[in-house]
Protein backbone atom coordinates (compact mmCIF):
# COMPACT_ATOMS: atom_id res chain seq x y z
CA UNK A 1 0.00 0.00 0.00
CA UNK A 2 1.38 3.36 -0.48
CA UNK A 3 0.03 6.21 1.68
CA UNK A 4 -0.15 10.08 0.28
CA UNK A 5 -0.68 13.01 2.20
CA UNK A 6 -2.75 16.03 0.99
CA UNK A 7 -1.80 19.83 2.14
CA UNK A 8 -4.04 22.20 0.13
CA UNK A 9 -5.15 25.81 0.20
CA UNK A 10 -1.85 26.74 2.65
CA UNK A 11 -2.59 30.01 1.20
CA UNK A 12 1.01 31.42 2.18
CA UNK A 13 0.83 35.69 2.27
CA UNK A 14 3.58 36.44 4.16
CA UNK A 15 2.32 36.54 7.65
CA UNK A 16 3.09 34.09 10.34
CA UNK A 17 -0.62 32.62 10.73
CA UNK A 18 -0.48 30.53 7.71
CA UNK A 19 3.03 29.80 7.85
CA UNK A 20 2.93 28.28 11.18
CA UNK A 21 -0.42 26.43 10.18
CA UNK A 22 1.46 24.62 7.50
CA UNK A 23 4.56 23.92 10.03
CA UNK A 24 2.54 22.38 12.00
CA UNK A 25 0.88 19.92 9.59
CA UNK A 26 4.52 19.14 8.10
CA UNK A 27 5.12 18.24 11.69
CA UNK A 28 2.28 16.23 12.00
CA UNK A 29 3.32 14.58 8.82
CA UNK A 30 6.73 13.87 9.32
CA UNK A 31 6.32 12.37 13.16
CA UNK A 32 4.11 9.67 11.64
CA UNK A 33 4.71 6.03 12.57
CA UNK A 34 4.77 5.59 9.00
CA UNK A 35 5.65 8.57 7.13
CA UNK A 36 3.69 9.28 3.75
CA UNK A 37 5.17 8.08 0.66
CA UNK A 38 4.38 11.62 -0.53
CA UNK A 39 2.77 14.69 0.24
CA UNK A 40 0.73 16.54 -2.67
CA UNK A 41 -0.36 20.11 -2.37
CA UNK A 42 -3.37 20.53 -4.55
CA UNK A 43 -3.12 24.47 -5.48
CA UNK A 44 -3.56 28.06 -3.93
CA UNK A 45 -0.17 27.68 -2.15
CA UNK A 46 0.42 31.23 -2.14
CA UNK A 47 -2.35 34.08 -1.71
CA UNK A 48 -1.42 36.24 -4.11
CA UNK A 49 1.60 34.49 -6.35
CA UNK A 50 4.07 36.92 -5.23
CA UNK A 51 7.60 35.39 -5.25
CA UNK A 52 8.46 35.84 -1.59
CA UNK A 53 5.21 34.15 -0.73
CA UNK A 54 7.10 31.15 -2.73
CA UNK A 55 10.04 31.53 -0.47
CA UNK A 56 8.51 31.02 2.60
CA UNK A 57 6.39 28.35 1.20
CA UNK A 58 8.86 26.17 0.01
CA UNK A 59 10.47 26.51 3.67
CA UNK A 60 8.05 25.33 5.55
CA UNK A 61 7.07 23.02 2.92
CA UNK A 62 11.06 21.23 2.81
CA UNK A 63 11.02 17.47 3.80
CA UNK A 64 12.79 14.34 3.13
CA UNK A 65 9.58 13.09 2.21
CA UNK A 66 8.96 14.05 -1.13
CA UNK A 67 6.44 16.97 -2.07
CA UNK A 68 4.43 17.32 -5.50
CA UNK A 69 2.88 20.76 -5.91
CA UNK A 70 0.03 22.05 -8.78
CA UNK A 71 -1.23 25.44 -9.13
CA UNK A 72 -4.37 26.83 -8.17
CA UNK A 73 -6.47 29.96 -9.25
CA UNK A 74 -4.29 32.10 -6.37
CA UNK A 75 -0.68 31.15 -7.98
CA UNK A 76 1.40 32.47 -10.30
CA UNK A 77 2.42 30.22 -12.50
CA UNK A 78 5.96 31.79 -13.61
CA UNK A 79 7.22 32.00 -9.51
CA UNK A 80 5.61 28.58 -9.00
CA UNK A 81 8.06 27.26 -11.17
CA UNK A 82 11.11 29.12 -10.30
CA UNK A 83 10.76 29.97 -6.48
CA UNK A 84 9.08 26.89 -5.22
CA UNK A 85 10.32 23.88 -7.63
CA UNK A 86 13.52 25.58 -9.05
CA UNK A 87 12.68 25.12 -12.42
CA UNK A 88 13.01 27.70 -15.45
CA UNK A 89 10.10 30.23 -15.31
CA UNK A 90 7.48 29.96 -17.46
CA UNK A 91 3.61 30.40 -17.74
CA UNK A 92 3.14 27.21 -19.65
CA UNK A 93 0.66 24.31 -17.50
CA UNK A 94 2.47 22.75 -15.00
CA UNK A 95 1.40 18.94 -15.03
CA UNK A 96 3.28 16.47 -13.93
CA UNK A 97 3.31 12.82 -13.38
CA UNK A 98 5.36 10.61 -10.58
CA UNK A 99 5.57 7.36 -9.55
CA UNK A 100 4.78 7.17 -5.55
CA UNK A 101 5.49 3.16 -5.05
CA UNK A 102 3.81 1.05 -7.12
CA UNK A 103 1.02 4.02 -7.90
CA UNK A 104 1.10 7.06 -10.06
CA UNK A 105 0.23 10.31 -9.11
CA UNK A 106 -0.76 12.68 -12.11
CA UNK A 107 -1.09 16.54 -11.33
CA UNK A 108 -3.02 18.18 -13.99
CA UNK A 109 -2.77 22.06 -14.54
CA UNK A 110 -6.22 23.51 -14.17
CA UNK A 111 -5.36 26.91 -13.26
CA UNK A 112 -6.56 30.10 -16.01
CA UNK A 113 -4.32 33.04 -15.36
CA UNK A 114 -6.38 36.11 -14.13
CA UNK A 115 -9.64 33.74 -13.53
CA UNK A 116 -10.69 32.59 -10.44
CA UNK A 117 -12.51 29.72 -12.27
CA UNK A 118 -10.74 26.67 -12.99
CA UNK A 119 -10.26 24.69 -16.76
CA UNK A 120 -8.18 21.74 -18.28
CA UNK A 121 -6.28 23.23 -21.48
CA UNK A 122 -6.30 21.40 -24.87
CA UNK A 123 -2.93 20.89 -24.49
CA UNK A 124 -3.34 19.57 -20.85
CA UNK A 125 -5.73 17.26 -21.97
CA UNK A 126 -3.82 15.63 -24.63
CA UNK A 127 -0.63 15.47 -21.99
CA UNK A 128 -2.95 13.50 -19.75
CA UNK A 129 -4.24 10.86 -22.50
CA UNK A 130 -0.67 10.41 -23.89
CA UNK A 131 0.62 10.07 -20.08
CA UNK A 132 -1.90 7.17 -19.24
CA UNK A 133 -1.03 5.55 -22.39
CA UNK A 134 2.92 5.34 -21.58
CA UNK A 135 2.13 4.69 -17.52
CA UNK A 136 2.00 0.81 -16.58
CA UNK A 137 -0.71 -0.79 -15.19
CA UNK A 138 -0.59 0.06 -11.57
CA UNK A 139 -3.31 2.47 -9.95
CA UNK A 140 -3.06 5.93 -11.02
CA UNK A 141 -4.48 8.97 -8.54
CA UNK A 142 -5.15 12.37 -10.37
CA UNK A 143 -4.83 15.70 -8.67
CA UNK A 144 -5.89 19.37 -9.10
CA UNK A 145 -7.08 22.37 -7.85
CA UNK A 146 -10.15 22.70 -8.96
CA UNK A 147 -13.08 20.22 -8.46
CA UNK A 148 -15.21 19.33 -11.58
CA UNK A 149 -18.37 18.88 -9.56
CA UNK A 150 -21.24 20.76 -7.72
CA UNK A 151 -20.27 20.83 -4.36
CA UNK A 152 -23.32 22.83 -2.82
CA UNK A 153 -20.43 25.65 -1.96
CA UNK A 154 -22.07 28.83 -2.80
CA UNK A 155 -18.86 30.43 -3.26
CA UNK A 156 -16.35 27.77 -4.69
CA UNK A 157 -19.25 26.67 -7.30
CA UNK A 158 -19.37 29.52 -9.24
CA UNK A 159 -15.56 29.18 -9.34
CA UNK A 160 -15.25 25.47 -10.15
CA UNK A 161 -13.67 23.84 -12.69
CA UNK A 162 -15.26 24.22 -16.17
CA UNK A 163 -16.25 22.14 -19.13
CA UNK A 164 -15.29 19.13 -16.87
CA UNK A 165 -16.35 16.47 -19.50
CA UNK A 166 -13.27 15.62 -21.59
CA UNK A 167 -12.00 14.83 -18.23
CA UNK A 168 -14.75 12.79 -17.01
CA UNK A 169 -14.47 10.64 -20.73
CA UNK A 170 -10.79 10.06 -19.71
CA UNK A 171 -11.50 8.97 -16.05
CA UNK A 172 -14.71 7.01 -16.79
CA UNK A 173 -12.90 4.77 -19.83
CA UNK A 174 -9.33 4.05 -17.74
CA UNK A 175 -9.98 1.43 -14.82
CA UNK A 176 -6.14 2.28 -13.39
CA UNK A 177 -7.93 5.94 -12.15
CA UNK A 178 -8.66 4.96 -8.44
CA UNK A 179 -10.14 8.37 -7.63
CA UNK A 180 -9.58 12.18 -8.00
CA UNK A 181 -8.47 14.24 -5.40
CA UNK A 182 -8.61 18.42 -5.63
CA UNK A 183 -8.40 21.43 -3.14
CA UNK A 184 -10.11 24.77 -3.41
CA UNK A 185 -13.29 24.29 -1.44
CA UNK A 186 -11.83 24.99 1.84
CA UNK A 187 -13.87 21.93 3.24
CA UNK A 188 -12.98 18.57 3.56
CA UNK A 189 -15.82 16.74 1.56
CA UNK A 190 -16.25 13.38 -0.73
CA UNK A 191 -18.54 12.91 -3.93
CA UNK A 192 -18.67 10.86 -7.21
CA UNK A 193 -16.97 12.03 -10.55
CA UNK A 194 -17.17 9.81 -13.29
CA UNK A 195 -18.15 6.86 -11.06
CA UNK A 196 -15.18 7.16 -9.02
CA UNK A 197 -14.15 8.87 -5.63
CA UNK A 198 -13.85 12.79 -5.78
CA UNK A 199 -12.09 13.37 -2.90
CA UNK A 200 -11.45 17.31 -1.84
CA UNK A 201 -9.10 18.34 0.35
CA UNK A 202 -9.01 20.48 3.57
CA UNK A 203 -7.56 23.88 3.40
CA UNK A 204 -4.78 24.21 6.34
CA UNK A 205 -5.83 28.17 6.28
CA UNK A 206 -9.36 28.30 6.86
CA UNK A 207 -12.98 26.30 6.54
CA UNK A 208 -15.38 27.87 3.67
CA UNK A 209 -19.08 26.93 4.18
CA UNK A 210 -21.78 24.73 2.02
CA UNK A 211 -25.25 26.57 1.50
CA UNK A 212 -26.39 25.68 4.51
CA UNK A 213 -24.60 27.64 6.73
CA UNK A 214 -23.05 31.15 4.84
CA UNK A 215 -24.87 34.13 4.64
CA UNK A 216 -23.47 35.96 1.73
CA UNK A 217 -22.01 38.06 1.00
CA UNK A 218 -21.19 38.29 5.33
CA UNK A 219 -19.22 35.12 7.18
CA UNK A 220 -17.48 33.81 3.77
CA UNK A 221 -14.29 32.08 5.93
CA UNK A 222 -14.21 30.70 9.13
CA UNK A 223 -9.85 31.09 10.38
CA UNK A 224 -10.90 29.46 13.75
CA UNK A 225 -10.85 25.99 13.05
CA UNK A 226 -7.32 23.97 13.16
CA UNK A 227 -5.67 23.24 10.35
CA UNK A 228 -6.85 19.67 8.49
CA UNK A 229 -5.26 17.63 5.88
CA UNK A 230 -6.26 14.24 3.82
CA UNK A 231 -4.48 10.98 4.28
CA UNK A 232 -5.28 8.63 1.35
CA UNK A 233 -4.42 5.08 0.79
CA UNK A 234 -3.90 3.01 -2.01
CA UNK A 235 -4.10 -0.78 -1.01
CA UNK A 236 -3.11 -3.61 -3.10
CA UNK A 237 -7.08 -4.39 -4.22
CA UNK A 238 -6.35 -0.79 -5.80
CA UNK A 239 -9.04 0.65 -3.06
CA UNK A 240 -8.96 3.79 -2.42
CA UNK A 241 -9.48 5.16 1.32
CA UNK A 242 -9.32 8.26 2.62
CA UNK A 243 -9.53 9.68 5.97
CA UNK A 244 -9.51 13.96 7.28
CA UNK A 245 -7.64 14.57 9.99
CA UNK A 246 -7.27 18.00 11.83
CA UNK A 247 -4.26 18.94 13.47
CA UNK A 248 -4.22 21.02 16.62
CA UNK A 249 -2.28 24.15 16.48
CA UNK A 250 -1.79 23.26 20.20
CA UNK A 251 -0.73 19.85 19.93
CA UNK A 252 -2.12 17.05 21.76
CA UNK A 253 -4.92 16.74 24.68
CA UNK A 254 -5.76 14.08 26.76
CA UNK A 255 -5.90 10.61 25.13
CA UNK A 256 -8.17 8.55 26.89
CA UNK A 257 -5.65 5.27 27.73
CA UNK A 258 -7.15 2.16 26.07
CA UNK A 259 -7.99 -0.59 28.55
FE1 LIG B 1 -7.87 28.48 -1.76
Redesign the pocket.
Known amino acids: MILVAQVS ?1 T ?1 FDLGARNTARVERVMNFLTGLRRRPDAILVT ?2 VTDSGKAEQYTDARAALRTDIPVYAVP ?1 N ?1 DDRANFRSVLLGLPASDEPLNQAHRVGDSTVVLLDSSVPGQAAGRLSDDTLDWLRATLDAAPDAPVLLGLHHPPAHLFSPVVDEISLLDPGALAEVVAGDDRIVGVIT ?2 A ?1 SPAATTFAGRPLLIGP ?1 TASILGGEWELELPHRVMDYAPDPAIALHIIDEKRRLTTHFRTVPMGGRVAVQPSR
Open positions: DHGDGHGHHS
